[in-house]
T-cell receptor, first 109, second 115 residues
Framework: EDKVVQSPLSLVVHEGDTVTLNCSYE??????LLWYKQEKKAPTFLFML????IEKKSGRLSSILDKKELFSILNITATQTGDSAVYLC?????????FGGGTRLMVKP | EAGVTQFPSHSVIEKGQTVTLRCDPI?????LYWYRRVMGKEIKFLLH????????ESGMPNNRFLAERTGGTYSTLKVQPAELEDSGVYFC?????????????FGEGSRLTVL
């Protein structure tokens, strides 16, 4: 059975800190890995990664994929209170996404 | 442009009753997905429509769940009769491509509470 594991489960930091969120996976027919941010209700898309070693970047957020070791990381630098959310990792295989349990990030002022 | 909309946002029913959840995808999106998150667990795939056809319903838990997408526009997910373990948040997502080739656009979810 396909499996996606995220760590840590939760994290509390102060504004300005840098955080690294982890996602490891075991899936057959891997096609892509996606990161989503869920603040209150609808998960919103952050990144999609398909190739190893190529960093994707958007402002203070960046992500990279390692297809040999089967993991991805999501980095957030200079965190702000608005970064507080659940961050979801999902792996695309076949026609569906398999989600990890999420990392709950709280950024304190 | 309107996003994916789901109705109701929250439904509270008693065990044995019927509930129908509705999803309106983004206009023009042929792919429509239902996912579910039960308390303390990951978001899990339920099924996938391409237009009005069920492409994959391998995640549907049992025959108390029935999904339809007549006309290839909005979709409904009916639970009949509801059981306690059906409580959770039901997410709908749509996209113009399949899940492994691009992002899915999610609705805010319908929270179902079965008492």
């Amino acid at each position: 059975e396909d499996k996606v594991v995220q760590s840590p489960l939760s994290l509390v930091v102060h504004e300005g800190d840098t955080v690294t969120l982890n996602c490891s996976y075991e899936v057959t027919n891997f096609r892509s890995l996606l990161w989503y941010k869920q603040e209150k209700k609808a998960p919103t898309f952050l990144f999609m990664l398909t190739s190893s070693g190529i960093e994707k970047k958007s402002g203070r957020l960046s992500s990279i994929l390692d297809k040999k070791e089967l993991f991805s990381i999501l980095n957030i630098t200079a965190t702000q209170t608005g970064d507080s959310a659940v961050y979801l990792c999902a792996v695309g295989a076949g026609n569906m996404l398999t989600f990890g349990g999420g990392t709950r990030l709280m950024v304190k002022p | 442009e309107a996003g994916v909309t789901q109705f109701p946002s929250h439904s509270v029913i008693e065990k044995g009753q019927t509930v129908t959840l509705r999803c309106d995808p983004i206009s023009g999106h042929d792919n429509l997905y239902w996912y579910r998150r039960v308390m303390g667990k990951e978001i899990k795939f339920l099924l996938h429509f391409v237009k009005e056809s069920k492409q994959d319903e391998s995640g549907m838990p049992n025959n108390r769940f029935l999904a339809e997408r007549t006309g290839g526009t909005y979709s409904t997910l009916k639970v009949q009769p509801a059981e306690l373990e059906d409580s959770g948040v039901y997410f709908c997502a749509s996209s113009p491509w399949t899940a492994n080739t691009g992002e899915l656009f999610f609705g805010e979810g319908s929270r179902l509470t079965v008492l």
